[in-house]
């Protein structure tokens, strides 16, 4: 659309010499251009707009997967969390973290311009509708820590390394693997890495990963909740409170990934080839949402009958797992591959995670929502996959070259799956570099963990004021109130209801 | 463009004799074919520009109606278990109400046009739409709004009020107050509406109430004010050497799940309210066509402000409620949140991401001073509403006043480059907008109070406003809804602990 | 936009001899003509695509109105049938299902293109956007009937059904009435049915009747629940376990409506008559939201009063089966009634509801989601009434004929009325046909029903591995524990925390 001038000029070299007429007429073609501009632009934003909305939604999702995942005692506390990451995610990452990732001109390592939004909205590419796009990207990173932490850290800790996360560690990730200046972007003009760049298209690695890798180091450093392994070392499972919120989370999440994969073209008008012809990124678009689909489903399949076979129930909160599982990973290469490839993708997803689950129990490494599991694991596959089964036609109209490294299973050689190895090593090395040193320094200063009472009675009542949940009333109850409650009732000076024990 | 057009006939005759022969004899010839496609081109044009507008407003629509949900479930996790289905059952009859008494004549009161400066007076029963000002879109919009300000009211009068009295409030809010209100500031008819065809704007500007701090959130917030007010305070909340105490809603999942999702919709309220997305912007002495600066980037700007501004909130409150309860409560930061967002409402399209995050932390510390004030005059008010839709919405107001930009005002309303535009105080744009929005403050004072304080003292005169207190112990859902909320235990229900059997 | 070439010609023609400037204007011609196409696909996928978000919402929707209507013990349960809908649908209607509904060209009975996806993405009107809306939709079909079946059917059975339901029942009957070929297709090009087609815009019948008959198969010949009706045959109603979740599934369903309704267009960009005035699609899809919205608003409040009439409550899950019983309605006419008509429309869907509720009561007819009554019921009642209310101008804008059939009482005649009964009948006819041998089967087999042991214990404790909640952890309630919980928590091999009873 830059070739407004152009055009003019050329127009005015049709016609000749210069005239009324003539300039009449270029002017009203050149108007006419610049009211398609206008267009493109507002459908453009139209588009990332109500996908960065649907981003956002996954944070509801996070907010209700969690809540169920846990025991009611520690409700309100992961909750709470959930909420502030999108607080702090939404401060920091307007002062600074949008800036160190997409900041323009930069380096290849981190970004440096755009702090607190100065100089944008002003030029395509960089508007505040990108602002708020990413910004949704980057709290879904913290977002998964909280999964894998939850139910044991001190509330202070979670604040730190929260910021410390939406703050830097994921911005400089972001920054290498999709700014145009990344060393390891496939968008940098000058030199790609292996010829090729790593793809990783809505972040199976970028996001998923390092929220992954992160809890991953979190969940370890604290070792696991009391109760979860017993004194023989067996693994008993402390099952989350409420499987309704899981599924409702679970469901939130599918939604929202729906801005989170096709929304990352950022673009709808764009048109592949020839303008005209029915092939464009609308059709691309659509075929990421069908190709995220498939894959989640196929994922959760797998999980209903393999969990099945395991275990001998059919468990709705493993399905959703491996659901989201699915969508992980095929978020990677979602705009890359092909329908029937992104059901590949799907099943091992499945495959990996039960493995990884397996594995966990072994070491007695306690995840209360899987996160490092579920989001680093097949987030990882995700971009082995991408490596393995990339469409050459679909990756050249994405990435936009005349040509490039595309799968090695689909005849393209092996310089992809490099590149998408050195992906996986470089975010394993730096997120561990970074998070694993936070997470034992708070733990040296005794910030990381709360004290063994606190676990056993619940952070909800020590921290955050009460229970989330008063289902039972005193009226209801008071024939058979035990003594004990009614003291408390007394001696607390804002009274509360509390929840009155239960005594059959 | 049909003159335009014909003054190109006019050109090319009159300029014949300038172009080459070769030209003239071809453009003269097939005039016609070249006016005909011109024409065709400006209609498509016209025709692309309503099917993208009608996308953005209709899912801005069905955004703000999911506020609908946020409010219901923010609503019932407040409230005791006893009275959930009370007020889930208000919530959805506000939706369901206000379509059928907005589709009506509450329309016709807020935006028929022609009309006078107090109230319309056409399009009852959506005759005369579509037109060129309004199409059905512009309806639903807009019911969306009108169902916001009821369910702002039920959250103060909650768990007291007879379910008669519900109805009828909620039907004169929705059906007349609340429509006359937004006549005033958002119809080009309204005496104090920035938007006025006719020159005389108040103060020489107009108010600037973007999406509705003062029209919904102040309508809302007051009327439920003069509720609460009237009824006085729930059993139980303050005892008789006038302590308060804390009657904890049952649920801080649903409180959760209820901000979330009025997050969510507010991403339809705030940015939505432009109705269009194609909008150019004036650049200098240019038109704007083809350059990036236009409503597709103030929209995005808006979500961004939105955001900053409840984030801000939500920390606010967070640091201050720690140092002043010792607690890190999850439901409050929640409620900070929300009064962010009621405060930025108003300005948020014309104001610099910087200013939204001062408005956030201001209106997160009017809120707890609100509340500290509430709470000394002994007034009860289940959800905070009056506190915080009322109060927020007015700092939101004056904020306005105060940090309003100029371009962006000169943009978002349309206004010329010759023509003096009056903005924010601290910008440097004088006190004139700000002695119109203190003007809108107190005539949403005078105009709620003057209709909804008598109605209330009305229904209480005659004996139809609060329950009994027997009621009030037993809860509604027993009394007049058939039965509680939830039942988790099965066995339990059947026997004859429950004093209702349940039997059709 | 298919005729780029010959306007080119067209052009050239005009012009006569060909030269630098003939062929300059013409050429910019085609390349303003080929954005517009660019433009519109861009626009049209926009649309399509978060439309089809809105109505997987739906599913969710489902999830939370099943999972709050039936009793704790089997919640689980009903929520794994929910997200398999979604998992097996997929795959399903990739592999085949779409093939049969929309494979073109193909004969009057059944599609048999597109297998797999196979040569989707080329062309317009078959794209990726348009499976995944299609596939939305499918999925939402065997969620009404998982409805009508639940707490009492064998998860095995429940695959069965539903693949062969999502794979095959469904897409037939797509295929007969909104495929170009279908043999009952208004936008069938050859021989319509009594020249006029059938109008089921958006699914009255082709979802909520086929949903809804097979449901009323399953659960007539699996029998009503144990205590459902007591020895002398009174009906005593088994609460669902949360109203919470029943209103919040019910929001979430109208929210997702507006995708299932406007979004039905595919389409909005398409201009009426004239292009260039306000007239068009992007009208008729607003108006479709609003008729929506009418349907289900005056539904609801009749039933609110209706109710109070009959059972003296003011009951909220009646009112929410209401107000989906006016949407299921009004989905088979919303593009083609003017706004007061649908009102009509949701009257008396309202009391078709509540008359067949009381019916079923009368032939001891269970089904714990009122589904068979609520989507067959109102979705009948829907196409007679598009049958009446059809107006002349809605029906050819949206189904563009010259001329055709309209609504019997807008003066339209009785031939639409006709297609419309045809339609209810071969759908009650087919489904009745395929479904109902396929429950006996199940039922001789023994794979249909559960026994009454699992039944009275809950499926989530026999097949799922648990109950969905666990509000109360052993650790608070160690000292107080009756010992039967504690035996059973020894007992169980993989221990599990059970919930304890509630006796105060």
Request: glycine fraction near 14%.
């Amino acid at each position: 659309m830059g070739t407004m001038n152009t055009e003019l000029e050329r127009c005015t070299a049709a016609f000749g010499a210069s005239s009324n007429m003539s300039s009449y007429i270029c002017n009203r073609f050149n108007g006419i251009d610049n009211k398609f501009t206008d267009a493109g632009f507002a459908i453009d934003t139209t588009y990332l707009l109500f996908s960065a909305y649907l981003v956002f939604a996954m944070q509801l999702g996070f907010a209700m997967l969690c809540a169920g995942s846990v025991r009611a005692k520690n409700t309100m506390n992961i909750m709470l969390t959930n909420v502030l990451d999108a607080a702090t995610g939404g401060i920091s990452y307007y002062l600074f973290g949008y800036a160190f990732a997409y900041g323009q001109p930069s380096n290849a390592f981190i970004g440096k311009q755009y702090f607190g939004l100065q100089n944008v909205g002003v030029e395509d590419g960089y508007d505040y509708s990108n602002f708020l796009y990413q910004w949704a990207f980057a709290i879904a990173a913290a977002g998964i820590t909280s999964g894998s932490i939850a139910e044991r850290t001190q509330f202070v800790s979670y604040l730190i390394y929260s910021f410390f996360l939406t703050g830097f560690v994921y911005p400089v990730v972001a920054h290498w693997f999709w700014s145009p200046d990344g060393w390891g972007s496939p968008f940098n003009e000058g030199n790609l890495l292996f010829g090729s760049g790593a793809i990783d298209f809505a972040g199976s690695g970028v996001v998923h990963m390092v929220g992954g890798i992160a809890g991953f180091w979190g969940a370890l450093i604290e070792g696991p909740r009391i109760g979860r392994f017993d004194h023989s070392g067996r693994s008993v499972a402390l099952r989350g409170h409420s499987a309704s919120l899981v599924v409702l989370g679970t469901f939130l999440l599918w939604f929202g990934w729906y801005g989170f994969n096709p929304g990352s073209f950022n673009k709808i008008l764009v048109n592949y080839g020839e303008s005209g012809d029915f092939s464009g990124q609308w059709s691309a678009v659509a075929r990421t949402a069908v190709t995220t689909t498939l894959a989640g489903c196929s994922a959760a399949l797998t999980t209903l009958f393999g969990k099945r076979m395991l275990s001998g129930h059919w468990n709705v909160t493993d399905v959703c797992n491996g659901l989201l599982g699915g969508l992980a990973a095929i978020t990677s290469g979602c705009s890359v591959v092909d329908p029937w490839a992104s059901i590949v993708c799907g099943v091992v997803a499945a495959g990996v995670l039960i493995g990884l689950n397996k594995l966990a129990s072994i070491f007695k490494y306690d995840d209360p929502l899987e996160a490092a599991q579920l989001h680093g694991g097949c987030g990882s596959w995700g971009l082995v996959f991408t490596g393995l089964f990339a469409k050459k036609a679909y990756v050249l109209e994405v990435y936009g070259r005349e040509s490039r490294p595309y799968g090695l299973f689909m005849g393209g050689g092996g310089k992809l799956l490099a590149a998408q190895l050195i992906q996986i090593l470089s975010i394993a090395g730096w997120v561990t570099v970074l998070m694993s040193p936070l997470f034992l320094m708070l733990k040296r200063v005794g910030l990381l963990r709360i004290s063994a009472q606190d676990e056993t009675s619940g952070m909800d009542m020590t921290r955050h004021g009460g229970f989330a949940y008063v289902y039972h009333d005193d009226e209801n109850l008071s024939p058979g109130l035990p003594s004990k409650t009614a003291q408390v009732k007394q001696a607390d000076s804002p009274p509360m209801e509390t929840e009155p024990p239960l005594t059959p | 463009m049909t003159n335009q057009t014909s003054t190109c006939l006019d050109i090319l005759s009159g300029s014949v004799g300038n172009l080459s022969t070769m030209g003239a004899t071809y453009v003269c010839d097939n005039l016609e074919y070249m006016k005909t496609q011109l024409i065709d081109v400006s209609h498509e044009l016209i025709d692309g520009r309503h099917a993208i507008d009608n996308t953005f407003l209709l899912f801005s629509s069905y955004l703000v109606f999911s506020m609908q949900l946020g409010f219901a479930m923010l609503c019932a996790g407040s409230v005791r278990a006893k009275n959930t289905m009370n007020i889930m059952l208000t919530n959805v009859l506000d939706a369901t109400a206000g379509g059928i008494f907005y589709y009506l004549f509450g329309f016709a009161f807020a935006y028929g046009t022609p009309s006078n400066g107090f109230i319309g007076k056409q399009f009852f029963g959506l005759t005369d739409l579509p037109n060129q000002h309004f199409d059905y879109s512009n309806f639903l919009y807009q019911w969306a709004f009108a169902i916001a300000a009821a369910g702002i009211t039920s959250g103060s009068i909650a768990e007291r009020t007879q379910f008669v009295s519900y109805l009828i409030y909620s039907s004169f809010l929705t059906g007349f107050v609340y429509p006359v209100v937004s006549h005033w500031f958002w119809s080009s008819d309204g005496w104090a509406s920035p938007s006025k065809t006719s020159d005389n704007l108040l103060f020489g500007s107009g108010v600037v109430d973007f999406a509705g701090s003062g029209v919904v959130h102040m309508v809302g917030g007051i009327a439920g004010f003069w509720g609460a007010f009237i009824e006085g305070p729930r059993i139980g909340r303050f005892d008789q050497r006038g302590r308060g105490f804390m009657l904890r809603g049952h649920s801080a999942t649903l409180v959760v799940l209820g901000t979330f999702l009025l997050w969510f919709g507010w991403y339809g309220f705030n940015p939505g309210s432009f109705n269009t997305i194609t909008g150019t912007y004036m650049s200098g002495s240019d038109s704007g066509s083809g350059s990036f600066i236009g409503q597709w980037s103030a929209v995005g700007r808006t979500a961004v402000t939105t955001t900053l501004a409840g984030c801000s909130a939500a920390l606010t409150t967070l640091f201050s409620k720690k140092m002043l309860s010792g607690h890190w409560n999850v439901t409050d930061v929640c409620n900070g949140l929300l009064g962010g967002f009621a405060a930025i409402t108003a300005g948020c399209s014309v104001v610099e991401p910087w200013a939204a995050i001062i408005c956030g932390v201001v209106a997160a510390w009017v809120l707890i001073g609100l509340n500290k004030l509430a709470e000394i005059f002994e007034y009860d008010d289940p959800l905070e509403a009056a506190q915080l839709h009322g109060g927020c919405g007015a700092w939101g107001l004056i904020f306005t006043g105060l940090f309003a930009n100029e371009s962006y005002v000169i943009q978002v309303y349309n206004r010329g480059k010759d023509i003096d535009v009056e903005y924010g105080l601290f910008m440097g744009g004088g006190g004139k907008l700000l002695g119109a929005q203190i003007i809108q403050i107190l005539v949403i004072v005078g105009w709620v109070s003057a209709t909804m304080g008598p109605l209330f003292f009305m229904l209480n005169k005659i004996g139809l406003l609060r329950i009994t207190s027997e009621e009030e112990l037993a809860g509604m859902d027993r009394t007049s809804h058939g039965g509680f909320a939830y039942v988790y235990n099965d066995q339990e229900s059947k026997n004859d602990q429950l004093p209702l059997p349940v039997q059709l």
